[in-house]
């Protein structure tokens, strides 16, 4: 089985403009991610996919790997897939380009979960953290994630799901964490099917897989580490690297 991670990168950032060119100790953010990519040595290959030279340039010339993109894209997930189109692979992992702290731990575990999916059942696999912060749970910053009893995905929202009407009833709320694992056909399917209303309204891209029956499978994991996003989380990313 091969398997390729992508490391889709924009570099304007509609937040943080620039923010995967901010240093950090003394890297950008998105050499740092790059690298703590490869060090997982989980990967046959590790690329950055953008459509900014200056991006591809900091990945070239420390020695990464990188693919400018040829068309303009919606999603992280679009621009994999052209990018993706014409190579032999059989899963592909997206990394964001705003982890540096992307570890080994949580991306073998959604590796795992396609070894052992021997009647293919899952399209793609992602992962969540619990959370407990009613602040965090509450912000339409945090993409929240429900799940059946076997860890599929149910819905994605930025609403509070499922939604605390009893407030006995125990609800464990999962936050997501955009990192993916896909086989390849489901990123290509994925490419040519069109947004329809409900990712379009959410602005939450796997919501597509949702609405065109494909199956995603959630991997609980603990290990939160610091997406960035705003300056403040630069700043937090700059503390916890010391």
């Known amino acids: 089985m091969k398997i390729i991670s992508m490391i889709p990168a924009r570099y ?28 997982t040595n989980l990967f046959d290959e590790v690329y950055v996919v953008t459509d900014s030279a200056i991006i591809y340039d900091e990945i070239v010339n ?10 303009d894209h919606q999603s992280g997930s679009d621009r994999i897939a052209e990018a993706v189109e014409n190579l032999d692979v059989d ?9 540096p702290f992307t570890e ?15 009647q293919k059942e899952i399209d793609l696999a992602s992962l969540m953290v619990e959370i407990h912060d009613w602040d965090e749970i ?8 429900i799940v059946d009893q076997n860890n599929f995905a149910l819905y994605f ?28 056909q489901a990123l290509l399917d994925f490419y040519k099917l069109p947004m329809q209303f409900i990712e379009a309204s959410e602005k939450i891209e ?5 609405e065109y029956g494909k199956r995603i499978k959630m991997i609980e994991t603990n290990v939160e580490g ?17």
């Open 12 to 39: 304007s950032a509609t937040r943080f403009p620039a923010k995967l060119m901010q240093d950090l100790a003394g890297k950008t953010v998105i050499l740092r991610t790059y690298e703590a990519t490869v060090a």
């Open 138 to 145: 509450s912000n339409p910053n945090t993409v929240k994630v």
């Open 104 to 118: 080994r731990e949580s991306l073998e575990k959604l590796l795992n979960a396609f070894k052992s999916d021997h």
């Open 62 to 71: 420390n020695g990464g790997k990188a693919i400018m993109s040829i068309k």
């Open 157 to 184: 929202s930025r609403s509070v799901i499922p939604y605390p009407r009893d407030k006995e009833a125990g609800a464990r709320y999962f936050k997501h964490k955009g990192i993916y694992a896909f086989r390849k």
């Open 226 to 242: 610091v997406e960035i996003d705003t300056p403040e989380d630069l700043e937090r990313a700059k503390r916890l690297w010391k």
């Open 91 to 99: 899963i592909v992992v997206n990394v964001q380009g705003d982890e």
């Open 206 to 210: 796997c919501i597509r897989y949702l």
